[in-house]
């Protein structure tokens, strides 16, 4: 079984500065992947950013990385020059063999201009 | 290429009665998911489909709970005689491949529906 832990209920930060979102996860499996999903006020899921839990390299998506520490089963999102329309519940999740996706609680993220 | 679509956006039931939500995968998808959002939660996995097919219904309340996913049409979560603590925003997303873990689930906007 896989579990996926946000231990950061709220965030805040200044537009354009950057922040960084907690994410750990626990897994036996060999074969995973990791996602940030944002959702705003709408409630609709989007796709931030996904890592193969396989590639070493980091992945990034314009102003989001993230920084993916295997050994220490930790996923965090560092989301750069904020803007206000990064304000949203950002999710981390993770998917194993049996595909479903296992999703953390969540951290609000306020940007304040 | 339209997203997964589903409908009804929101939907209002009394207790008792039957709630059926509709779910269009992205053309050219054939798996769906279906997540279930308690208020202040992440979203919580349900069933898992393919045409025709229940692959995967560990997460599904073991009553009053049904999916299908026919050969034509959309896919459908039927929550018969519900109750308030149904309440909640359900999510369908959908990918295109099967096999490997491989392939992002894309959501719809989720039903949200309230149980009176």
């Known amino acids: 079984a896989q579990t996926v832990t946000q231990s950061q209920p709220e965030m805040s930060v200044q537009e354009a500065e950057t922040v960084t979102l907690s994410c750990t996860y626990d897994?036996?499996?060999?074969?995973?992947?990791l996602f940030w999903y944002k959702q705003p006020p709408s409630r609709q899921m989007i796709l931030v950013i996904r890592q193969e839990a396989y590639k070493q390299q980091n992945a990034t998506e314009n102003r989001f990385s993230v920084n993916f520490q295997k050994a220490a089963k930790s996923f965090s999102l560092k989301i750069s020059d904020s803007q206000l329309g990064d304000a949203a519940m950002y999710f981390c999740?993770?998917?194993?063999?049996?595909?479903?996706?296992?999703f953390g609680k969540g951290t609000k993220l306020t940007v304040n201009p | 290429n339209a997203g997964v679509m589903q409908n009804p956006r929101h939907l209002v039931r009394r207790r008792g009665q039957e709630a059926r939500l509709r779910c269009s995968p992205m053309?050219?998808?054939?798996?769906v998911y279906w997540y279930r959002q308690l208020p202040e939660e992440g979203l919580k996995f349900m069933v898992y489909?393919?045409?025709?097919?229940?692959?995967?219904e560990s997460g599904m309340p073991k009553e009053r709970f049904s999916a299908e996913f026919p050969k034509e049409g959309p896919s459908i979560l039927r929550i018969q005689q519900v109750v308030r603590g149904d309440s909640a925003a359900y999510f369908c997303?959908?990918?295109?491949?099967?096999?490997?873990?491989?392939?992002?689930?894309?959501f719809g906007p989720g039903t949200r529906l309230t149980v009176l």
């Open positions: 489909l393919q045409k025709e097919n229940i692959i995967d």
């Open positions: 053309k050219g998808h054939s798996h």
């Open positions: 997303a959908s990918s295109p491949r099967a096999g490997r873990s491989s392939d992002t689930q894309y």
């Open positions: 999740a993770a998917q194993g063999g049996s595909e479903k996706l296992v």
């Open positions: 897994t036996s499996e060999s074969d995973y992947y």
